[in-house]
């Protein structure tokens, strides 16, 4: 930024460099223009004197009086400036010489040389003068006779250049000290009058207001001071109007906050009512949902009794159309109290490991009827690189897939719905998981799309009528995915289809346990018949992720070699003949519900399948799995606990565990089921959660302090949609929670999750054999008692062990105390312990799965610490 000066250096610079500047410039043109005037007047002076010179010694040259040459020398000498003379003849012989020592005695000219000769010296001038004969010049071709050299020395001159340059130098001084004296006055003059200025600027700026600016002088100065006094005055009226507004505002103001006061008052008051009202409306939302859902729970069971027994067609329509309307109510009711729910913001996330195949399959099994109907396919795709399972609520990743899923195959009259699961890793221990539901059905214009999310709204009127439905799904699934740090859009064009894509960021779990080891696959080949592009494109990606070598064909005569093979068919009429076709044992997707086994070869699943029964049909076979499918529907000798203050629900439940062999126990309320919990050991435990007197999270925490079922899994059946904090749930010791009506299915679900059906597939052995004891003793009473006692004693830390061990999938753990316990149970009668410990052994020796083993050595733990709890050693000894 360029150096601005200030109006007293401007004038003080612009008043003394210009005239400075001429001065000088002046004084040494007329010092230099003397000079050079001096200088030439001098060289004209010598050259005249030295031509005179020339003159007077022609005739004393001609006659040759030397005499007389070194007179006239001498005489010349005496003039002013002259320093030195000498005489030469015509040959440059020197005459005579006058004056310093100086270099004329040793001057040379050239030969022929006619012309005077004028030689500047640093300090004078030398001239050399030629000597002409008027009375030679006829005779001779040279009429020179001689010559005359001068030097002249000007340092005479010099004092006078110093005289000039002492008068221009007081010339210059002189004019400086006029133009500083003049430039000071006007500076002195411009400074009080600026010091006048910004004194009356200051007291304007500190508020000062009576006071005049005056300046004497009738100037521009004097004009700008009017102004300012012009501009005080107006800025005092200004003030003086700002202060009357003030004192009117101040006093509106006050009377505003008087109101203001009142109406927070009453505000307080309303939102002290509404958040009551509001208090009062959960508090009936929840009571309501209570006593709706366990009627509804009741007419829905009862009448899945009746669809099991013989009727005429038309009592089977009525069962059947109260059963759907049931399931049509329930599902409304559920909406409802969701948005309810999450309106209050009091719906609490229950984050735990969950399968994103498990969660999608499940799903699409369940919705598989409705897709069946109308001819659907339902594909699902799980692009390499997704994570398999991640750490969420699965209850609400259900309810949001249910939605969306249950949504494109209410809106898609015919073609497929498809659900693509691809992810995008963002660390090591957080993945990006997005979900899209493509179907091909309706499809949604640019408004529609933007009503779908809106509170009981559809895209059209009209769909509430044609399709049903409350509009309260798609503002529940939004609201849940954005509880869950996540975002929900839709992409889609009338008559095109809609996709609804879902995006989440989730951290990866790496501590479930898998159900199975895909693995075993590995490099194995594989020979897939498919002619649909959807489920073959689904197919493939699920075989490759499992090692698979995939060789596909669209024709039945294509089948290529290999190890596996697999048929995908649809509903067309060349079932059969294609089946017929078929030479080899295969594994056969259907769209029938029915899944049926044929000799074969040939093992059946329906669509859409589960990975893992389609991996059980390729690795183990068919044989395998109808046993293990047998085994899977019945859990006999297995005793439930089924808490319930309504008798309904408890005759629907025993009626659904007495189909599947199971012993039933009922309790009507907490007392009841804390009793019997003391007096017998059961496999698992059915609670009801809102019951009188003591309700099931109390009852729950009690049979966890002590009795004989302690560790027995305890499941939460409720009809309240979800539990509000289901921390509280865990904190008291209960494993599972699902809320009423619960189907068939997802009971057989709970079952298979929460028991062991090898455990309870064959004949239990006794806990402990006392002639076997006695036997591996040689009937020693004492020592049998020690070693029996010394394995109890080690069984609690040993069951620790086996847990930890399971949860981090440490073979190498397993295999300790497998070893330790198959030790111990060869000097102790104790044949239940000993069998499982050989049947886990022997499937880890065979690298297979061990989940089922697992469950049933803890199981046989616990039948031991049960026994150890009801009978006395010493009694039993006789010792």
């Given at each position: 930024m ?8 401007l004038i003080?610079?612009?008043?003394l460099?210009?005239?400075?500047a001429?001065s ?5 043109y ?7 005037e ?12 030295s ?14 009086h030397?005499?007389t ?5 001498s005489a ?5 400036a ?7 003849t015509?040959d440059m012989?020197?005459?005579t010489h006058?004056g310093?020592?100086?270099?004329l ?6 030969p ?5 000769q ?5 300090d004078g ?13 006829s005779q001779a071709a040279?009429?020179?006779?001689g010559?005359v ?7 005479h ?9 002492l008068?221009?130098t ?8 006029i ?8 500076n002195?003059?411009l400074a009080?009058d600026l010091?006048?200025l910004r ?5 304007m700026?500190t ?7 005056h300046?004497p ?5 004097n004009?700008i001071?009017?102004?300012l ?9 200004e003030?003086q109007e700002?202060q ?5 505002t101040?006093?509106?103001?006050r009377e505003?906050?008087?109101?203001v006061?009142v ?9 002290r ?7 009062i ?9 209570h006593?709706?859902?366990?009627p509804?729970s009741?007419?829905i069971?009862?009448?899945k009794?009746?669809l ?6 038309r ?6 159309t109260i059963?759907?309307s049931?399931?049509?109510l329930?599902?409304?009711?559920n ?16 984050n ?6 498990e969660?999608v399959?499940?799903?699409l099994?369940?919705?598989?009827p409705?897709a069946i ?8 795709i799980?692009e390499?690189?997704?994570p398999?399972a991640v750490?969420t609520d699965g ?14 195959i209410k809106?898609?009259?015919?073609g ?7 992810s995008k890793?963002?660390?090591?221990e957080?993945?990006?998981?997005t ?7 309706i499809?949604l214009?640019?408004?529609q ?6 509170d009981f ?5 009209s769909?509430?009528?044609q399709?049903?439905g ?26 095109q289809?809609?996709t ?7 951290p ?11 693995s075993?696959?590995s490099?194995k080949s594989i020979a897939?018949?498919?002619r649909s592009?959807?489920q073959t494109?689904a197919l493939k990606s ?7 070598k995939v ?6 005569d ?10 995908s068919s ?5 079932f059969?003949?294609?089946?017929s076709e ?5 594994v056969i997707i259907?769209p029938?519900?029915?899944q049926?086994?044929d ?8 669509k859409?399948?589960?990975?893992v029964?389609?991996f059980d ?7 395998h ?6 085994q ?8 439930i ?8 629900n408890?005759h629907?439940?025993?009626n659904f565990?007495d189909?599947?062999?199971?012993r039933t126990?009922f ?8 009793q ?8 698992l435990i059915?609670?009801?959660?809102q019951?009188p007197?003591?309700?099931?999270i109390?009852?729950s925490?009690c ?5 004989l079922?302690?560790?027995?899994p305890?499941i939460?059946?409720?009809?309240y949609?979800s539990?509000?904090?289901p921390?509280?749930?865990r904190?008291a010791?209960?494993?599972?929670y ?13 079952l ?20 076997e ?15 029996l006692?010394m394995?109890l004693?080690?069984?609690p ?6 847990l930890?061990a399971i949860?981090h ?14 030790g111990?149970?060869?000097?102790t009668g104790?044949?239940?312990?000993k069998?499982r ?5 022997k ?16 199981s ?5 610490l ?8 010493g009694?039993?000894?006789d010792i």
């Amino acid at each position: 930024m360029p150096v601005r000066l200030g109006i007293r250096r401007l004038i003080l610079v612009m008043g003394l460099l210009p005239i400075l500047a001429l001065s000088l410039a002046l004084s040494s043109y007329l010092m230099i223009s003397q000079i050079d005037e001096l200088r030439k007047l001098m060289t004209e002076r010598a050259k005249s004197s030295s031509e005179q010179l020339a003159v007077l010694t022609e005739h004393v040259l001609t006659a040759g009086h030397n005499n007389t040459l070194a007179a006239i020398t001498s005489a010349a000498l005496e003039e002013t400036a002259v320093k030195a003379i000498a005489i030469y003849t015509a040959d440059m012989d020197i005459i005579t010489h006058a004056g310093p020592k100086s270099d004329l005695s040793i001057i040379k000219m050239n030969p022929g040389e006619t012309h005077a000769q004028y030689e500047y010296l640093e300090d004078g001038l030398l001239i050399t003068q030629p000597v002409f004969s008027p009375s030679l010049s006829s005779q001779a071709a040279t009429p020179i006779v001689g010559w005359v050299v001068m030097q002249f020395d000007w340092r005479h001159l010099k004092i006078q250049q110093y005289q000039t340059l002492l008068i221009g130098t007081v010339f210059l001084v002189i004019a400086f000290i006029i133009c500083v004296g003049l430039t000071s006055y006007i500076n002195q003059s411009l400074a009080a009058d600026l010091t006048t200025l910004r004194q009356t600027i200051r007291k304007m700026a500190t508020g000062s207001r009576n006071f005049h600016a005056h300046i004497p002088e009738n100037d521009e100065f004097n004009e700008i001071a009017e102004e300012l006094n012009l501009l005080n005055n107006a800025h005092q009226n200004e003030l003086q109007e700002l202060q009357r507004s003030i004192e009117q505002t101040n006093i509106d103001l006050r009377e505003t906050l008087e109101t203001v006061e009142v109406q927070n008052i009453e505000l307080d008051l309303a939102r002290r009512e509404a958040v009551n009202a509001s208090r009062i409306k959960s508090e009936f939302l929840a009571n309501t949902s209570h006593e709706i859902r366990t009627p509804l729970s009741g007419i829905i069971g009862f009448s899945k009794i009746l669809l099991k027994s013989e009727m005429e067609v038309r009592q089977r329509e009525a069962i059947e159309t109260i059963h759907n309307s049931a399931n049509s109510l329930l599902t409304i009711i559920n909406d409802i109290l969701d948005f309810s729910k999450l309106e209050a913001g009091k719906l609490v996330l229950d984050n735990a490991p969950v399968n994103l195949r498990e969660a999608v399959e499940d799903t699409l099994q369940l919705l598989a009827p409705s897709a069946i109907e109308k001819d659907l396919e339902l594909a699902l795709i799980i692009e390499a690189g997704s994570p398999e399972a991640v750490v969420t609520d699965g209850l609400r990743l259900r309810q949001i897939l249910t939605n969306l899923i249950n949504n494109a195959i209410k809106f898609t009259p015919a073609g497929h719905i498809k659900v693509s699961i691809l992810s995008k890793q963002q660390s090591s221990e957080n993945a990006e998981v997005t979900i899209q539901i493509s179907d091909t059905g309706i499809g949604l214009s640019k408004e529609q799309q933007q009503e779908v999310f809106k509170d009981f709204s559809q895209a059209d009127a009209s769909i509430t009528r044609q399709y049903g439905g409350t509009g309260l799904g798609l503002v529940i699934v939004k609201r849940l995915i954005e509880q869950m740090g996540g975002e929900i859009g839709i992409v889609s064009e009338p008559g095109q289809g809609a996709t609804f894509w879902l995006t989440l960021n989730l951290p990866t779990s790496t501590n479930t346990i898998k159900l199975r080891d895909f693995s075993v696959l590995s490099g194995k080949s594989i020979a897939l018949y498919d002619r649909s592009e959807l489920q073959t494109q689904a197919l493939k990606s699920l075989l490759l992720s499992w090692g698979l070598k995939v060789h596909h064909c669209s024709n039945i005569d294509d089948l290529a070699p290999s190890d596996y093979c697999l048929i995908s068919s649809d509903n067309s009429a060349d079932f059969h003949k294609l089946l017929s076709e078929l030479d080899r044992s295969a594994v056969i997707i259907t769209p029938y519900k029915e899944q049926k086994s044929d000799l074969a070869g040939r093992t059946y699943l329906s669509k859409p399948f589960s990975h893992v029964k389609l991996f059980d049909a390729l690795y183990k076979g068919l044989e395998h799995n109808s046993a293990s499918r047998k085994q899977a529907a019945r859990f006999p000798n297995t005793n439930i606990l089924a808490v319930d203050d309504n008798p309904s629900n408890l005759h629907i439940l025993g009626n659904f565990l007495d189909d599947m062999a199971i012993r039933t126990h009922f309790a009507q309320n907490g007392a009841e089921a804390l009793q019997q919990c003391r007096e017998k050991h059961f496999d698992l435990i059915f609670m009801d959660i809102q019951m009188p007197q003591m309700d099931g999270i109390e009852t729950s925490k009690c049979i966890r302090k002590d009795g004989l079922n302690t560790d027995t899994p305890i499941i939460a059946l409720s009809a309240y949609l979800s539990p509000d904090n289901p921390s509280q749930l865990r904190d008291a010791g209960i494993n599972d929670y699902f809320s009423k009506p619960i189907s068939e299915r997802q009971l057989a679900a709970l079952l298979s999750k929460h028991l062991s059906a090898a455990t309870s597939s064959i004949e239990q052995a006794r806990p402990v054999d006392i002639k076997e004891c006695l036997q591996l003793t040689k009937n020693r009473p004492q020592l049998a008692a020690d070693m029996l006692k010394m394995l109890l004693e080690t069984l609690p830390e040993q069951r620790k062990h086996t847990l930890l061990a399971i949860q981090h999938r440490d073979f190498d753990q397993l295999g300790v105390i497998t070893h330790n316990l198959k030790g111990a149970c060869c000097y102790t009668g104790t044949p239940a312990l000993k069998q499982r410990v050989l049947e886990l052994e022997k499937a880890l020796e065979n690298k297979g799965t061990y989940e089922i083993q697992t469950t049933a050595l803890i199981s046989a733990i616990d039948d031991l610490l049960v026994w150890q709890e009801a009978h006395d050693l010493g009694v039993v000894f006789d010792i």
